[in-house]
Structure formats: C-alpha cells, structure tokens
C-alpha cells in the first residue's frame, strides 16, 4: 500500500511549519505489528519474510492507502438530549450567542444531560464511539461540561473513562467544568463559580482527567477568570486547554500559551501575529486545534488562518468538535476537507493534522498518531490510491479496514 508514517518528526515537539508535511510516505510499504505493537514499518521488498508464520495474520491492502488511527483530539462526548430545534432557529437567523443568552445553547444541553441517568449518558457515548470508529477514529478526547455542578460534571468524566473500557477507542477525558456559567451562580458570577470548581471539584478529578479547559468567550468566561483558572489549575497539576478566539478576539489563546497551555482550541479570531507569538513564547510545543466544522455549522464565514498559522511557525491540530450545538458531525475526513477548502491546508497537512499533531494535542504522542515501531497498532486501510485522494472524496467515509491494538 500507500504507506502514510507520518514519521520522522521530533520528540521534543509537534510538526510545525514545513515539517507539517516532510514526513515519510512509503509507495509499496507494508506495517507489521507483534500484539498491540506496531515492530516494523517499511518497503515490500525490504520485509523480512522470515517474521510471517502461520499465525500471522495477513491484511492485503493492495491498491490502498494504509496509514495511522485518526486522533480525535476535542469532542463533547458525553451529552444528554440533542439541539435540532435550535438548528431551525439558526437557520431563521439567530446566532449561537443569542440563543444561549436566552437561556438556550449550551444550558439547554445542561438541563438535559442533569435529567439524564448514568446509564442513559453511558449508553449515548457508546453509540457515538461506535460512529467515531467506524470513521477510523481509535483515540478520541471526551470533555465534560454539560454537568456545571459537582455531581454530574463528575459523572461525565466517569462516564467518559467507562466508555473507554467497554470498546476498544482510547478515550482520554478532558474537565471542562468551566464552559459556561450555572444559572445557580448566575448572581454570584463567573469568578465565584471557578473558586467553587478549584475548591470542590478540581481535587476530585486527580487521576481521572489530565487537562483542565475553560471557554474563553462573551458570554462565558472573560480573560481575567479564564486565567486564574487556569492558573490555578497548573499549580494543581492539570495540562491545560482553552476554548478561545472562537467568535471574538479576546486574547485567550495567547493567555493560554504563556502559561504552557498543551493546546487553544477554536482559533477562527486568532491573528496571524499572534499565532506567531504563541509558536515562540511555547516554543513551538502549544498545538492550536482547528475546528473547520464550527463556523461551517454555525453559519460563520470566519475561519481560522490555517495556511498563516503552518507559515508563521505555529503547529496545528484538527478535530470535528463533536457537540450537539456547534458541531453534531463525527465526520473527522469531512473536517479535513473543509480545513483545506477554507483554511488553506494542504492535504498532507491536514492528514498530520488529525494524527501526530492531534496526538500531541491531548498528550498521546508516545503512543499513537504515526506508523513506527514502538507505538499502538493503530492502523487505517483506506479505499483510496494516494493522500491526494484522502479530503477530495468530500463527505465520504474511506475507511476499509480499523485495526486498534493490533485488533481488527
Ligand atoms: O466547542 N464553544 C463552546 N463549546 C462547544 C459548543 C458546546 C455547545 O454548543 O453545546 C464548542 O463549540
Ligand atoms: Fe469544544
């Protein structure tokens, strides 16, 4: 097969700039895993026939593309009820702000994930994780924050661990406590409901999530909260995350960067100056998550400077957003597609987008998100012939064959 490695880059940082697309590809190349390990990658006929035994499992993927699980590097995983009502409303003009300033939005999911039972939520992240991998995703990232009280905040990240054991896709939870304000703290305001979640809940999470997140917006939580918050957690020990320039610029994302933020998620606002800036004060190490089917979703014609951030030295992610408000689409190659039409992504770009560079973006990048020796065998065999043709088939599914720990 096409053999995409997405080898070759550093251990010290994530693909950025040019390297976003030297990695290797093999033209006639083979994977070769032992158990959940991926031993051997390399050229048909550089493989050792000596290591094929009868018990060893043959995928022929002739004619193909083979190249790693995609990583799904922010979703909202774990959610009760759906939001197709509002979908009408935007259609008539509203805007994402203005329904959840009327109490809609994000609140109206909080009211209908508290309502939900445990086993209700279990059962909705399954299913959805049963969609992510039949689109060959076998890492995902799961955030809370549809709880905004201490009880369910913490059920959704047990929720989210529980549905990572019943299946085979890793899921790596995310404490997104901080997404927007409680009406029970709608007086007490921003500021008062952040201590609440530093004082009872942070301590509760140790083990169970390694990022902290907080969205950073009009409407949720402004600069000077956010970063306290995030302050706060650091000192706690938490990786930190931030939902940031999504509908205005208010800074968040470069905030975020200089307290060494793992990644800032949305960017649609973010300068190119300032993506420059993040690419050095981080040291090229703070991965900007692009969300192509956001403002795609929300009928935005803004969207994040792809081409300038790869050109200014900033490494990039990408991810679906998977929510029920801003982006209810599993479609990771539908993403792709969209990063390169009104991005400016190369093809190339956007496959380490959604692998290595995801990888990094939530801390995995020891473990899965290129081809190599060492790491899960987390393996695609794709029905198409090149990379060219990976964000061409616009909207298709081209995942032939999911390997996921070296299980097919
Ligand atoms: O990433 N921006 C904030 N949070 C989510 C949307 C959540 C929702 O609308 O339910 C996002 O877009
Ligand atoms: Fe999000």
Not at 218 to 243: D, N, T
Not at 244 to 261: F, K, P, R, V, W
């Amino acid at each position: 097969a096409q053999v995409l490695t997405m080898a070759g880059g550093s251990a010290e940082r994530p693909l950025a700039g040019p390297n976003l697309s030297s990695w290797t590809i093999i033209e006639r190349g083979y994977v070769a895993c032992v158990g959940d390990k991926i031993v051997a990658v390399g050229a048909m006929n550089e493989l050792n026939l000596a290591h094929i035994g009868p018990e060893t499992r043959l995928i022929d993927a002739t004619g193909c593309v083979v190249m790693p699980g995609l990583v799904e590097c922010h979703t909202h995983l774990v959610f009760g009820g759906n939001r197709a009502d509002e979908f009408e409303r935007k259609l008539r003009g509203e805007s994402y702000l203005d329904i959840l300033t009327s109490g809609g939005g994000i609140l109206s999911t909080v009211r209908a994930t508290r309502a939900a039972s445990e086993a209700e939520l279990l059962a909705n992240a399954l299913h959805h994780l049963e969609g992510f991998r039949r689109y060959g995703i076998t890492t995902l990232e799961a955030k809370s924050g549809y709880g905004l009280d201490r009880d369910t905040e913490l059920r959704l990240v047990r929720v989210a661990r529980e549905a990572g054991h019943r299946q085979p896709v890793r899921v790596v939870p995310t404490f997104l406590g901080a997404h927007v304000v409680p009406p029970e703290f709608k007086e007490a305001g921003p500021r008062a409901y952040v201590d609440f979640m530093l004082r009872e809940v942070l301590s509760d999470l140790k083990g169970e999530a390694a990022f902290v997140d907080v969205f950073c917006e009009q409407g949720a939580f402004p600069l000077a909260v956010a970063r306290y918050y995030l302050e706060q957690a650091h000192k706690m020990g938490f990786g930190l995350k931030i939902h940031a320039e999504q509908l205005h610029d208010l800074g968040g994302c470069e905030m975020a960067a200089e307290l060494g933020a793992t990644s800032v998620d949305h960017c649609d606002y973010l300068t190119p100056a300032a993506a420059a800036r993040i690419a050095q004060v981080s040291q090229g190490r703070t991965v900007a998550v692009l969300l192509p089917l956001v403002p795609l979703f929300l009928r935005q014609s803004q969207y994040a400077a792809g081409r300038e951030f790869i050109d200014n030295g900033l490494p990039v992610a990408l991810s679906t957003d998977f929510n029920p408000g801003s982006c209810p689409s599993k479609n990771l190659w539908l993403a792709l597609s969209v990063a390169c039409l009104k991005m400016g992504l190369r093809p190339k770009e956007a496959v380490a987008a959604a692998t290595l560079n995801a990888a990094w973006a939530i801390g995995q990048q020891h473990d899965c998100g290129s081809l190599e020796p060492g790491k899960r065998a987390d393996v695609l065999v794709l029905n198409v012939g090149s990379v060219a043709e990976i964000p061409y088939w616009l909207g298709e599914n081209p995942v032939r064959d999911v390997v996921i720990g070296g299980q097919w």
